[in-house]
């Protein structure tokens, strides 16, 4: 009997929760015209982390026009985010952050890139107050991927800039 009232009020808690929002804190899936997705915390940042790049060809490196991004980061077990771009001038930027208090190291985000006529992408990538790096599997993806092509950090005091160009396959 405690177990169904426990549920009940547990449920309607999170009813009011959803339903008086009125923001997309609680959305699944959060679509963006601009080049830019937001991972930033609601709690106070100390250390502001960017990641800018483009999306390029892997033999020509030449820019890629008209590209989506999806992106799934989970900030906690009950409310994973999911933002997605669409690029038509061949950039993307990704910003996040960390504070002290925070006893979290890094973030963990999935990506995955569409384009017309090259491989769909995916991989994952993470976010720390020191820069962006990339998981090794990127080599299966593209074997001619190359050590100097992992992201360029710099820091400054409360912010760090990367830089991570994304090389993409032709079919």
């Not at 991004?69 to 771009?85: E, H, W």
């Not at 991989?123 to 992201?151: D, M, Q, R, V």
Request: net charge positive; aromatic share 12%; charged share 20%.
């Amino acid at each position: 009997m405690e177990r169904r009232l426990f549920v009940k009020r547990l449920s309607v808690l999170t009813t009011g929760t959803l339903a008086l929002s009125g923001s997309n804190i609680y959305a699944l899936e959060t679509n963006t015209i601009s080049n830019n997705i937001d991972f930033t915390p609601f709690s106070l940042v100390n250390n502001k982390i960017t990641l800018k790049g483009n999306f390029i060809d892997s033999k020509t490196f030449e820019p890629i026009s008209s590209v989506k991004l999806i992106a799934k980061i989970k900030k906690n077990r009950f409310f994973p985010l999911n933002q997605s771009l669409e690029s038509t001038d061949s950039s993307y930027s990704i910003e996040s952050g960390f504070n002290v208090s925070n006893t979290k190291v890094n973030e963990k985000i999935s990506i995955q890139i569409e384009a017309e006529g090259y491989k769909p992408y995916k991989n994952t990538i993470y976010l720390s107050a020191k820069g962006c790096y990339i998981h090794s599997e990127e080599w299966n993806y593209n074997p001619n991927f190359k050590p100097e092509f992992i992201p360029k950090n710099s820091s400054s005091e409360n912010e760090t800039i990367s830089s991570f160009n994304f090389h993409l396959v032709k079919i």
